[in-house]
């Protein structure tokens, strides 16, 4: 007999990490390669790229010439996730990557937000 719950405890737990910074050894970074380097068994961190070019949110380009490839890259890995770290001090950075395509309500494609 197939067990669902079996079957999802198989796979790993998919986690995206963006970082808000674009320098490579900016603090926020070293977090994240942390969180990669510490997680348990069964946790899968991707460091998340391709943040450096995702351009600013805007509307009248989504609305003419759709989505950039580099920002359908970013926001298919982002909702390939189970997860989502960000590590930012930079919310407008942020939230002008996190606007395309998979914003509804007060969760990011159904995942909660934390802030810490």
Same mark, same amino acid.
């Given at each position: 007999m197939n067990n669902p719950d079996a079957t999802a405890l198989?796979? &790993?737990?998919?986690?995206?990490?963006?970082?808000?910074?674009?320098?490579? $050894?900016?603090f926020n970074r070293g977090?994240?390669?942390a969180a990669i380097e510490e997680? &348990?068994? +069964?946790? $899968?961190?991707?460091?998340? &790229? +391709?943040?450096? *070019?995702?351009?600013p949110f805007d509307v009248d380009v989504m609305h003419?010439? +759709?989505?950039?490839a580099v920002v359908r890259h970013f926001v298919d890995a982002v909702r390939e996730a189970d997860a989502?770290?960000?590590?930012t001090d930079l919310p407008p950075l942020k939230?002008?990557?996190? #606007?395309?395509?998979?914003?509804?309500? *007060? #969760?990011?494609d159904g995942k909660e937000e934390t802030y810490g």
């Open positions: 198989a796979q &790993p737990f998919r986690i995206a990490a963006l970082c808000g910074s674009l320098r490579e $050894h900016s977090l994240i390669r997680a &348990p068994e +069964g946790i $899968h961190i991707v460091d998340v &790229p +391709g943040l450096r *070019d995702v351009p003419s010439a +759709g989505a950039p989502i770290i960000i590590a939230w002008s990557s996190l #606007k395309y395509d998979f914003r509804t309500e *007060d #969760k990011i």
